[in-house]
């Protein structure tokens, strides 16, 4: 019940900020952070069901291998979603060059400087 609950009030945040958010990128980023967490939330009780139909020798095997995949694909999508360089168009924060990793400074977002 829990994790229905926890499921269930996901998708009406995301809903409320799909709504809310008026930047594109933002909106389609959203979205797919939305689409990719409920596919993998989903994915378990999917494997779980598939596994009924299992012989018990072959089911642990196979259910840990569908989970081992699921959330290996899971830190793929979720590694080129926050990508440094696309990123940048989601949120605003600035990302440094070769420069800022020598010593050099600059202005964050909150106006003070700092050496990142």
Do not use: H
């Amino acid at each position: 019940v829990s994790t229905q609950s926890t499921g269930g009030w996901f998708l009406f945040c995301l809903r409320i900020t799909l709504g809310i958010e008026a930047v594109p990128d933002k909106r389609r980023f959203y979205f797919i952070f939305g689409f990719c967490f409920t596919v993998w939330f989903l994915l378990l009780p999917g494997i779980v069901i598939f596994a009924l139909v299992l012989q018990p020798w072959y089911r642990f095997r196979t259910v840990r291998g569908m989970l081992l995949a699921a959330d290996f694909l899971a830190y793929i999508a979720y590694m080129i979603l926050f990508w440094p360089t696309r990123v940048v168009s989601y949120f605003n924060i600035k990302i440094g060059g070769v420069g800022l990793l020598a010593g050099e400074y600059t202005t964050n977002t909150y106006g003070t400087d700092s050496n990142l």
